[in-house]
C-alpha cells in the first residue's frame, strides 16, 4: 500500500513538472509571436459575473436559490457604508446558544422549524459572500442551507459536543464543501467565459490551459 501511494504521488509529480514546462514553452513562445499590445493580464477577461450566473449556494432540498442582491441603496455613500461595514465586524460575537423558532426555552433532542425570513437574509449574506475572490474565478466551492427539521436532526449526528444543539435550535446551518471535482461542471465555466468574453472562443490553448489549470489545483495536487 505505501508503494502504490509512493506511486501516485511520482506519477502525480512528474504530470505537473511536464505541465509546467509546457505551460511555460507555450507562453514564451506566444509572447515571441503575439506580442501583446497592453500590460492587462490575459486571464483579467474571466472576471465579469459568474457569481451570479454560476451559483454555488443552494438550499439541502435543492429549492431555487437567490440569484442576486436587489433594491441595495447606496445613497449614504462609500464611507458610511465601509463604516457599517467595519462595526458589523468589530461588534460580532460567538452565539452559543440560539432563539428556538418553535418558542421552547429548554434543550430538547427535537430540532425546531425554521424562520423563514431567517433563511433568507442568510441567503443575502451567502450571495454577498460569493463575490469574494477566487483562482481564475472557478470558485472550487459549494454551501449547502441545512433548514428542515429532518435535514437538522441528520445533520446533528456528526457535530461534537453542545454543536448539535446548535444545530438543531438554530434556524438554518450552512455547510461548506470543498470541490474537488471541478472537472465534471468544467464544460460550463468554458461556456460562461466565452459567452461573456466572446474573445476567449478562438484562444482554444489558452482555454485549455486554464482548464487543465483548475483542474489540477482544485483536485489538491500537488
Known amino acids: 500500500m505505501h508503494r502504490i501511494r509512493q506511486s501516485k504521488m511520482a506519477i502525480h509529480a512528474t ?3 511536464f505541465w509546467m514546462i509546457f505551460t511555460t514553452v507555450h507562453s ?6 503575439f506580442p501583446r499590445r497592453s500590460n492587462k493580464s490575459a ?5 465579469p459575473t459568474r457569481r451570479l450566473d454560476q451559483p454555488a449556494i443552494r438550499l439541502a432540498n435543492n429549492e431555487p436559490t437567490l440569484s ?3 433594491g441595495s441603496d447606496n445613497s449614504d455613500g462609500p464611507t458610511s457604508l465601509a463604516t457599517s461595514f467595519d462595526s458589523i465586524l ?3 460575537y460567538a452565539c452559543t446558544r440560539f432563539q428556538r423558532y418553535d418558542g421552547i426555552v429548554e434543550t430538547v433532542e427535537e430540532p425546531s422549524t425554521s424562520d423563514p425570513d431567517v433563511v433568507q437574509d442568510a441567503l443575502e449574506c451567502l450571495d454577498l ?6 483562482g481564475f474565478n472557478a470558485q472550487p466551492y459549494k454551501l449547502i442551507l441545512v433548514k428542515t427539521p429532518q435535514q437538522k436532526k441528520a445533520l446533528a449526528r456528526y457535530c461534537i459536543g453542545h454543536n448539535a444543539h446548535r444545530v438543531r435550535d438554530s434556524d438554518c446551518t450552512a455547510v461548506f464543501l470543498a470541490d474537488r471535482e471541478t472537472a465534471r461542471t468544467i464544460g460550463a465555466y468554458k461556456s460562461f467565459v466565452v459567452s461573456n468574453s466572446p474573445q476567449w472562443k478562438n ?12 483542474t489540477l489545483f482544485s483536485s489538491g495536487y500537488p
Open 15 to 17: 504530470f505537473f513538472l
Open 28 to 33: 514564451y513562445s506566444t509572447s515571441l509571436l
Open 43 to 47: 486571464y483579467s477577461y474571466i472576471k
Open 68 to 70: 442576486s442582491t436587489e
Open 90 to 92: 468589530l461588534n460580532r
Open 129 to 134: 459572500s460569493r463575490r469574494a475572490p477566487s
Open 203 to 214: 484562444r482554444k490553448w489558452g482555454m485549455l490551459k486554464v482548464q487543465a489549470l483548475i
